[in-house]
């Protein structure tokens, strides 16, 4: 809501004044309440973090791209700009090489980020790999949906943000019930609850573009946010309590770090998509699709009774 006011007031680029001070109050509780806490030295991997950034750019600039088209009568500037197939096609696949060489790196490196036992634990990979996949989807509703609202529907920036409120209620105020449902019933089900009921939101969406607000936007966004309220605190829970102890925090590192990778992946496709004429459709279907593959993920890797 704030984003929306900003937008129309002062223009987009306002909105990354909002950072700016909450990150101050942040840093201030933590020096002023966090208690001290006793840590293990480790080097940081400074050639795997390279690999990893190189890896994720060239996989981010492929997926933005994939979705131009050069125009019917382009010019010389233009033709230098267009992205060919071909070109893309190469940077998406030194991506995907650079992902498998972080990979045999991180096997080889005397201080891996991400260690050898953590991927060999079936359970934390699992719910790794479903925080990729249901985060994506979730970045792709995020990136299409306002140019829906603002640019078909019609609305303001700031009506635009009103929208997205159901969300924010749903998970804001319902996360910690469900939460404290988690822990008497088992978090496996209740993931797989979440994602199942946020693709089926997702869908709704991409079928539902022509009907009414309240039918189209409002009532699956109410859905979605119940939908994550449900899986958002069992799932870092499973991934802390998936691993030992002494590797807790690394485990919670790597995850936020996953579903920070999750926005960049599901953006940079979302963008691409919003060239086409169907983009939006093909962009909801594809995050349906995405986050039903984390349901999947989490009911062959979670063992029953998480």
């Given amino acids: 809501m704030l984003g929306g006011w900003l937008v129309e007031t002062f223009g987009w680029q306002s909105v990354f004044w909002i950072n700016p001070p909450l990150a101050l109050v942040v840093v201030g509780m933590v020096a002023a309440f966090a208690p001290q806490d006793r840590h293990e030295l480790r080097r940081f991997d400074v050639i795997g973090a390279a690999i990893l950034a190189a890896a994720l750019a060239a996989l981010a600039w492929a997926l933005s791209n994939a979705g131009r088209h050069a125009p019917a009568e382009p010019t010389l500037a233009e033709t230098t700009l267009a992205m060919s197939g071909v070109t893309i ?61 603002v640019d078909r529907r019609g609305m303001t920036p700031i009506d635009a943000g009103l929208a997205f409120l159901p969300f924010t209620l749903g998970l804001g105020l319902l996360s910690r019930p469900f939460g404290a449902l988690a822990d008497s019933i088992g978090a496996r089900a209740m993931l797989i609850t979440g994602a199942a009921g946020a693709s089926l939101a997702l869908l709704w969406m991409a079928f539902g573009q022509d009907a009414s607000l309240i039918l189209a936007v409002i009532a699956p966004m109410t859905l979605l946010g119940i939908s994550f309220a449900v899986l958002v605190a069992p799932l870092t829970a499973s991934v802390i309590s998936s691993v030992e102890r002494s590797d807790e925090g690394l485990a919670s590192g790597i995850n936020n770090a996953i579903s920070r990778v999750a926005q960049l992946l599901g953006v940079a496709f979302a963008a691409s998509m919003a060239s086409l004429e169907p983009g939006f459709q093909i962009g909801f279907i594809a995050a349906a699709a995405v986050t039903m ?12 009774g998480t």
């Fill in 293 to 304: 593959a984390g349901a999947l993920t989490v009911a062959v890797s979670v063992p029953p």
């Fill in 89 to 149: 096609a190469v940077v998406g696949g030194l991506g995907v090489v650079g992902l498998a060489l972080y990979a045999y790196w991180e096997r080889i490196s005397p201080h891996p980020m991400t260690p050898p036992r953590l991927v060999e634990n079936r359970t934390f990979f699992g719910l790794n790999a479903s925080t990729l996949m249901i985060y994506s989807g979730l970045a792709i509703m995020f990136f299409l949906l306002p140019f829906d609202l």
